[in-house]
Nanobody, 128 residues
Framework: QVQLVESGGGSVQAGGSLRLSCAASGYTNSRTCMAWFRQAPGKEREGVAGIDSAGRTTYADSVKGRFTISKDNAKRTLYLQMNSLKPEDTAVYYC??????????????????????WGQGTQITVSS
């Protein structure tokens, strides 16, 4: 089991920045992949950014050049640095993780079904 706790949400004006953190506990390993997803009111959850065990990253087109995903393996913490925020970035942001067995590898992609573990989410509100 892996437990994920997000922090860093809040309200910001358009053009501002925020950094989200996701602290992982429980069973994680060197093959763990992690990602950030978001869900806006009335919309389906979508992938924002993912990172695989080697540190390779994937971003949704809507956030490329503005958001940066990173992880600190020693602290078992995932981050999402969000710059140049827009009102359309308003959503609940979720951290997700997958810790595959030794005979498998995860991709760190942006599909929900790649991840078994999810945090409770943190609200980001961007005002114009």
């Amino acid at each position: 089991q892996v437990q994920l706790v997000e922090s860093g949400g809040g309200s910001v004006q358009a053009g501002g920045s925020l950094r989200l953190s996701c602290a992982a506990s429980g069973y994680t390993n060197s093959r763990t992949c992690m990602a950030w997803f978001r869900q806006a009111p009335g919309k389906e959850r979508e992938g924002v950014a993912g990172i695989d065990s080697a540190g390779r990253t994937t971003y949704a087109d809507s956030v490329k050049g503005r958001f940066t995903i990173s992880k600190d393996n020693a602290k078992r913490t995932l981050y999402l640095q969000m710059n140049s925020l827009k009102p359309e970035d308003t959503a609940v942001y979720y951290c997700a993780a997958e810790a595959p067995p030794t005979w498998e590898r995860c991709a760190g992609g942006l599909r929900q079904n790649e991840y078994s573990y999810w945090g409770q989410g943190t609200q980001i509100t961007v005002s114009s």
